[in-house]
C-alpha cells in the first residue's frame, strides 16, 4: 500500500517560513516526478514546484525566488522550504508522485496559513 503523508504546515506571519516535509511509504520515490501542488479556497489545485528523477525543477512564477523543492530518494522524502511567505500562500499543500503524463499518488494534505 501506497501512502503519502506530509507535514510542517501551520499558522505564520507575512514574511515568514515554513518548510513542509512528506515521507512515503510502500513505494520508492526514485524514479518518479515529485510535485507540491496547493488549493486555496474557491480556486483550483495548482502545482508550486516539481522536481525529476533526474534533478531538474520547475517553480510557479508565484513562488519562484521564494520556495525550494529538494528531493532525497535514500530517505524517500520530498521537501518544500517556503521563505517570505505571503497571505496569498495560504492553501492546503499537497505532495504528489507521478509518471509525468499523470499524477499517480497523492498526500491528505497540509494547511499553511499566512496572516498576521
Known amino acids: 500500500q501506497v501512502q503519502l503523508v506530509e507535514s510542517g504546515g501551520g499558522l505564520v506571519q507575512p514574511g515568514g517560513s515554513l518548510r513542509l516535509s512528506c515521507a512515503a511509504s510502500?513505494?520508492?520515490?526514485?524514479?518518479?516526478?515529485l510535485g507540491w501542488y496547493r488549493q486555496a479556497p474557491v480556486k483550483q489545485r495548482e502545482l508550486v514546484a516539481a522536481?525529476?528523477?533526474?534533478?531538474?525543477?520547475n517553480y510557479a512564477d508565484s513562488v519562484k525566488c521564494r520556495f525550494t523543492i529538494s528531493r532525497d530518494n535514500a530517505r524517500n522524502t520530498v521537501t518544500l522550504q517556503m521563505n517570505k511567505l505571503k497571505p496569498d500562500d495560504t492553501a492546503v499543500y499537497y505532495c504528489?508522485?507521478?509518471?509525468?503524463?499523470?499524477?499517480?499518488?497523492w498526500g491528505q494534505g497540509t494547511q499553511v496559513t499566512v496572516s498576521s
Open positions: 510502500g513505494i520508492s520515490f526514485r524514479m518518479y516526478i
Open positions: 522536481v525529476s528523477s533526474g534533478g531538474s525543477t
Open positions: 504528489n508522485a507521478g509518471s509525468g503524463s499523470s499524477p499517480l499518488y
